[in-house]
């Protein structure tokens, strides 16, 4: 008696969590790695339980449409001191990102390829870019990164992925597609010759193959697609059966005696109809139930709220009308700080992909290096393309006194918003002097604002 006193006491000054109570799911007690539980087939049926909402739900598909929007979009910029060899190596960068000369397949363009391989990654947790010794990728989707069917005795496969005592990734097992249904054995590529794009939240000992963010929102997704269904349904049997016709309880006869009834044949589908009524006879639709209900849509939006913050998304972006203009500035704000982290990730993969187009180039004599210069020494940068100003004018203002005060610098302002500050200086002086080989002088500072007249000074 005194064992179970003291047991419930011990229990009252814990964690809660340690304590679900009769009415809630026991958690395990054991912490396995994170693959386990995405094993197997276990890992194509995420995939394509996403594909398949996708396919068919326009929500689903909207939110990795805005997701990559944000996350996706990127400029090269090489920022060496010489100019020349920044001018080279962009040019290089340039001519490689045509489809012919990005993709084995001719299909996308650098930037199209990236941003394939975000919504890939979204969609199946994370993506294979193979390079080719001709300098261009081949993109394997995750269904495709399988175990080899014979392993040997002394390799650690985990997921179709070869790792090493501490987890890193040696090799990749890639399935070839046959058919439109089938796979059969393939490759197995070595790590260093592929990039690894995923979404990663526990360490190389913990995590081998990545798990989109979007796995929390699946079964809440599909829930809202299947009641939008019903709903539909039953707003359309509504209609349908909707008319309701009274016969009059006066029965007016004819010559012959023949009891008069009205013509009661309406088509729904040919346009306007008119039909005649006996004496007494009365033609109505059925009130409206209210279906869908307010609660229903009420609870509908909650449900999808809580899906989009599976990715971060405000649902200020899928109701425009839900809040006012510092709402949705707020939401905005918080929504590109969210970014960030994902912006990374792009950022490393395209890192990993720019030093292997330098090597290639110097390999193939198209790019060669001043004396004692390795490609190590190279510097350059991928510039995200952030959204247009929601208030171009305050917010100009606001950066030019942070510049004026130290707080900021233009090559910062410049950069977050998607462009160069000594590129824009180039090309306004080139601007200037095109306009003065015309004879037209063009002034890009802003007016001064003569002050109002009307202002009464306080002393």
């Known amino acids: 008696m005194m064992k179970a006193i003291r047991s419930k ?51 689903a598909a909207w939110m ?55 919504q890939r990654r979204m969609i199946g ?15 394997i989707q995750a269904d495709l990164v399988k175990t080899p069917d014979k392993e040997r005795s002394n390799e650690n496969w985990i997921n179709g992925v070869l790792v090493n005592s501490v987890g890193k990734p040696v090799a990749y097992g890639v399935r070839e597609r046959v058919g439109l249904t089938g796979t059969d054995s393939g490759r197995t590529i070595k790590a260093s010759n592929a990039i690894h794009f995923g979404f990663f939240t526990g360490f190389a000992n913990d995590q081998v193959r990545g798990i989109s963010p979007i796995v929390s929102a699946l079964n809440p997704l599909r829930d809202t697609y299947e009641n939008f269904d019903y709903a539909l349904a039953r707003s359309k049997v509504e209609q349908l059966c909707g008319l309701k016709i009274t016969l009059g309880s006066e029965q007016e006869t004819d010559e012959e005696g023949n009891v008069i009834r009205g013509n009661h044949e309406v088509d729904f589908n040919g346009g ?27 609870f509908q939006n909650q449900i999808i709220m809580a899906s989009l913050k599976a990715v971060d998304i405000p649902f ?45 180039w110097i390999r193939d004599g198209r ?12 510097a350059w940068e991928w510039i995200p393309q952030s959204q247009s100003w929601w208030d171009p004018a305050k917010e100009l203002v606001g ?61």
């Open 9 to 59: 006491v011990a229990s009252l000054f814990s964690y809660d969590a340690l304590n679900p109570g009769e009415n809630r799911l026991s958690t395990s007690t054991r912490t396995v790695r994170e693959d386990y539980h995405v094993r197997g087939s276990r890992h194509t049926a995420l995939q394509e339980n996403a594909n398949d909402l996708c396919r068919n739900m326009s929500i």
């Open 64 to 118: 990795i449409r805005k997701h990559c929007d944000y996350v996706a979009e990127f400029r090269f910029q090489s920022r060496n001191e010489d100019d020349n060899l920044n001018t080279l190596v962009e040019r290089l960068m340039e001519e490689d990102s045509v489809p012919s000369r990005m993709d084995v397949a001719g299909r996308y363009s650098r930037e199209k390829m990236f941003r394939v391989a975000e």
């Open 125 to 139: 947790g994370d993506v294979l870019l193979v390079k080719l010794n001709d300098g261009r990728l081949q993109g």
């Open 272 to 298: 306007p109809s008119l039909f005649r009524l006996a004496p007494g006879e009365d033609a109505n639709f059925i009130a409206n139930s209210g279906q869908p209900s307010n609660q229903f849509q009420d």
């Open 316 to 360: 200020s972006f899928y109701r425009e009308d839900f809040t006012n203009f510092f709402g949705s500035r707020a939401a905005a704000l918080n929504y590109e700080r969210s970014c960030k982290d994902k912006r990374a990730d792009q950022v490393n993969m395209r890192n990993d992909f720019t030093n292997w187009k330098l090597s290639t």
């Open 367 to 378: 790019l060669s290096l001043p004396s004692q210069m390795k490609v190590s020494d190279l």
């Open 399 to 459: 950066q030019v006194g942070a510049i004026a005060a130290g707080l900021e610098t233009p090559q910062r302002v410049a950069r977050a918003n998607g462009s160069d500050f000594e590129e824009n200086i180039k090309d306004i002086a080139k601007a200037r002097d095109f306009a003065k080989s015309f004879g037209v002088n063009v002034s890009f500072a802003p007016e001064e604002q003569e002050p109002d007249q009307t202002t009464t000074e306080i002393k």
